[in-house]
């Protein structure tokens, strides 16, 4: 079993960043791809981003609304990982989700791909 808690949410300004922060507990997931998602009020929930997991080679994917813009990284030793996102924009709002899903893998940009799930963290980008 595997615990997420998300954090870093918060209210910025267009163009601004904020890092958020997803840490993981229970297990390793080091070898397990751990994906963000966001969720705005009356929409679907969409993929952000996905670092795959050792057992993959850990690279990364994002979606076309955030590449160039977002960051997904990992620091094993702290069992986390990170969403570093710039430039932010208003469209950017939503609560943000990380998600975890070990080896074998099913489709990384689909949320029924991935077993374990956060709380979620607000974020707020104001015009």
């Known amino acids: 079993q595997v615990q997420l808690v998300e954090s870093g949410g918060g209210l910025v300004q267009a163009g601004g960043s904020l890092r958020l922060s997803c840490a993981a507990s229970?297990?390793?997931?080091?070898?397990?791809?751990v994906g963000w998602f966001r969720q705005a009020p009356g929409k679907e929930r969409e993929f952000v981003a996905v670092?795959?997991?050792?057992?993959?080679?850990?690279?990364?994917y994002y979606a076309d609304s955030v590449e160039g813009r977002f960051t997904i990284s990992r620091d094993n030793a702290k069992n986390t990982v990170y969403l570093q996102m710039d430039n932010l924009k208003p469209e950017d709002t939503a609560g943000y989700l990380c998600a975890a899903d070990r080896p074998p893998f099913g489709y990384y940009n689909s949320p029924d791909g991935y077993d374990y799930w956060g709380q979620g963290t607000q974020v707020t980008v104001s015009p």
């Open positions: 670092s795959m997991g050792s057992w993959s080679g850990g690279r990364t």
């Open positions: 229970g297990r390793t997931v080091s070898d397990y791809g």
